[in-house]
């Protein structure tokens, strides 16, 4: 019947774990090794390589060499290599098989079915480009968990009866602080709060700086300016970072090599305390976003039980010092915070296969889902923190006389601003029945499942009728094409109603109207998404108020 695992897919790790006899235990790979690095490799004999080999060929074969695909899922990038096109889900994928084959080799049976955890930020496109990735690995995904709901379920039975946790998971790549309260045998996720782009990384790059810096002095030229000399620090930097957390001191060196024509051999010393002051900020950032998830779920900052430590970069002895003293826990669960998200992952898919677990999971919307309305503001549909599975509906209408179809778009954030928050779709409601404006009533159903995937669908309420859906998903590069030349019609309008108009226009209008032209003519050059996005609402509101001036002349030659 195959087995089922749990995997965390990690930026710069991937571990999977399956149930033993009621105990969650890590599967090592081919190697014995309890972690398989993500990365994967092209080489230039056309095979693919995945985990330590692609890792340990990275420097020699960059080009080819793909890291951090975490950070680009969901996301309309493709990668190239040697000509061909990757999808990040594509790339993921070739992870996934490696782990499924490892388990597969591991266990003596096949395996069919995973739990795989995401941040619990992770947005919907991102939720649904890893059930793609698990598909294309030959994994039908049972349930898509947020890691650090996964990391508290690993530590479940520990924390049976009345608790409350908080899960600090600092990663690779990502940030997530998790409120939850357990009640019996129920788990129930409070609140979380988080960022997508807060993670080791940004350790490494804080103190790459600072090395770069010390080199460049030392060589003479700006050290920045070699990639290759800049991959292998990367390398270097992170060991040293590494090593911080268990050392006063570390060094990185680079022994002689040639650059310019010159020999060098370039060394520097850093201590931890020098680490601290660069690492300072970036561990305010995290602590702020765990108070705030503290506040959010109602907790007692006196009040809380455990703390629960995830993600490598929580090894950090700055953050486990500032945790401490911010937040007073009485107990630390820091038992191996690489592997806690796997061992949960693995729990929660026993919990799927087998109905005698008696653990209950209640997890939380992670984003605020809603609509665009007419002028560009977002009105919310399903807030963040509330329960999955979450379910709201909505009726619309429409706005002139037999209009056969109403456009919605989806969005997932949290500005008042429609075009700041992170569009999901537009969905064209077709085939509505004639009507005069504001007559035909069709109920939009938005839900967000148990994977904290968005779902829409939509039902004529007078006939019963179910409505016809497409979905158009909105990639970065269809966002900018659209308000690109929609910003360019309006300037153009603008351009003409001035003209028409310039009589009656005053000088505190006309100064008003060559800014703000001037400001969208830059941002439709540079390209800048979000500037477009708010020119676009100022352009409109512009070219409402020309409307008037050139409507009134107009009416009284009309009248005369
Ligand atoms: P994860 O995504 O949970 O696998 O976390 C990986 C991140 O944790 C990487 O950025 C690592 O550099 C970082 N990391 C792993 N071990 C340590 C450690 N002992 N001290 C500081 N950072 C670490």
């Known amino acids: 019947m195959g087995r089922i695992i749990g995997i965390d897919l990690g930026t710069t790790n991937t571990v999977a774990a399956f149930v033993d006899g009621g105990e969650p235990r890590i599967i090592p790979n081919d190697r014995?090794?309890?972690?398989?690095?993500?990365?994967?490799?092209?080489?230039?004999?056309?095979?693919?390589?995945?985990?330590?080999?692609?890792?340990?060929?990275?420097?020699?074969?960059?080009?080819?060499?793909?890291?951090?695909?975490?950070?680009?899922m969901g996301r309309k990038r493709a990668i190239e290599v040697d000509g061909v096109q990757y999808s990040p889900p594509q790339i993921s994928a070739l992870i996934l098989k490696k782990v499924k084959a490892d388990a597969e080799r591991y266990l003596g049976d096949e395996v069919r079915e995973a739990v795989i955890a995401v941040p619990a930020h992770f947005s919907d496109p991102q939720r649904k480009a890893t059930v793609e990735a698990g598909r294309l690995a030959g994994l039908t995904v049972l349930r898509i968990i947020n890691e650090p709901t996964a990391a508290a379920l690993a530590y479940g039975t520990r924390f049976r009866g009345d608790k409350r946790i908080v899960v600090y998971d600092l990663g690779g790549g990502t940030f997530d602080a998790t409120c939850l309260q357990t009640e019996g045998d129920t788990f129930t996720v409070k609140a979380s709060c988080g960022d997508n782009?807060?993670?080791?990384?940004?350790?490494?790059?804080?103190?790459?700086?600072?090395?770069?810096?010390?080199?460049?002095?030392?060589?003479?030229?700006?050290?920045?300016?070699?990639?290759?000399?800049?991959?292998?620090?990367?390398?270097?930097?992170?060991?040293?970072?590494?090593?911080l957390s268990s050392s006063d001191h570390a060094s990185v060196a680079l022994p002689f090599f040639v650059a310019g024509g010159k020999p060098l051999h370039l060394q520097c010393s850093i201590r931890r305390a020098q680490f601290d002051r660069l690492a300072e900020s970036l561990v305010q950032k995290s602590i702020d976003l765990t108070l705030r998830a503290i506040s959010d779920a109602s907790f007692d900052r006196d009040g809380i039980d455990s703390l629960v430590?995830?993600?490598?970069?929580?090894?950090?002895?700055?953050?486990?010092?500032?945790?401490?003293?911010?937040?007073?826990?009485?107990?630390?669960?820091?038992?191996?915070?690489?592997?806690?998200?796997?061992?949960?992952?693995?729990?929660?898919?026993?919990?799927?296969?087998?109905?005698?677990?008696?653990?209950?999971?209640?997890?939380?919307?992670?984003?605020?889902?809603?609509?665009?309305?007419?002028?560009?503001?977002?009105?919310?549909?399903?807030?963040?923190?509330?329960?999955?599975?979450?379910?709201?509906?909505?009726t619309f209408t429409t706005v002139t006389d037999n209009q056969s179809a109403v456009e919605i778009h989806v969005l997932q954030g949290e500005e008042l601003n429609a075009g700041a928050n992170q569009s999901l779709g537009r969905f064209l409601l077709s085939g509505i029945r004639e009507g005069a404006r504001g007559e035909p009533r069709i109920e939009v159903r938005f839900s967000v499942d148990a994977d904290g995937i968005a779902h829409v669908a939509a039902r004529d309420k007078d006939t019963g009728a179910s409505q016809q859906i497409t979905v158009h998903p909105v990639s970065d590069e269809d966002d900018q094409q659209r308000l690109h030349s929609r910003v360019s019609v309006f300037l153009e309008r603008i351009e003409q109603l001035s003209r028409r108009a310039d009589a009656d226009i005053d000088d505190r209008f006309r100064k008003e109207i060559e800014d703000l032209t001037a400001h969208a003519r830059r941002a439709l050059e540079r390209g800048d998404l979000k500037t477009m996005r708010e020119s676009y609402v100022a352009l409109e509101t512009i070219i409402d108020e020309l409307q008037l001036i050139v409507a009134e002349p107009e009416a009284d030659d009309a009248g005369a």
């Open 32 to 72: 014995g090794s309890h972690l398989t690095p993500s990365v994967v490799a092209f080489t230039v004999s056309g095979d693919i390589l995945v985990g330590e080999s692609a890792r340990n060929q990275a420097v020699v074969n960059a080009e080819r060499t793909v890291l951090y695909i975490k950070r680009s």
């Open 197 to 243: 782009h807060l993670g080791g990384l940004d350790f490494d790059a804080a103190l790459n700086r600072a090395v770069i810096e010390q080199f460049s002095e030392q060589a003479g030229f700006d050290f920045s300016s070699d990639p290759v000399l800049m991959q292998q620090l990367g390398e270097l930097v992170e060991r040293a970072k590494i090593e």
């Open 309 to 394: 430590l995830s993600g490598g970069s929580s090894r950090i002895p700055l953050v486990q010092r500032r945790l401490r003293e911010e937040l007073g826990v009485k107990e630390v669960a820091l038992v191996n915070p690489d592997e806690i998200v796997a061992l949960g992952a693995a729990v929660q898919a026993q919990m799927l296969v087998d109905s005698s677990q008696e653990v209950e999971l209640r997890d939380v919307v992670s984003c605020t889902l809603g609509v665009e309305i007419d002028n560009g503001r977002f009105v919310a549909l399903i807030r963040k923190q509330t329960q999955i599975p979450a379910e709201t509906r909505r």
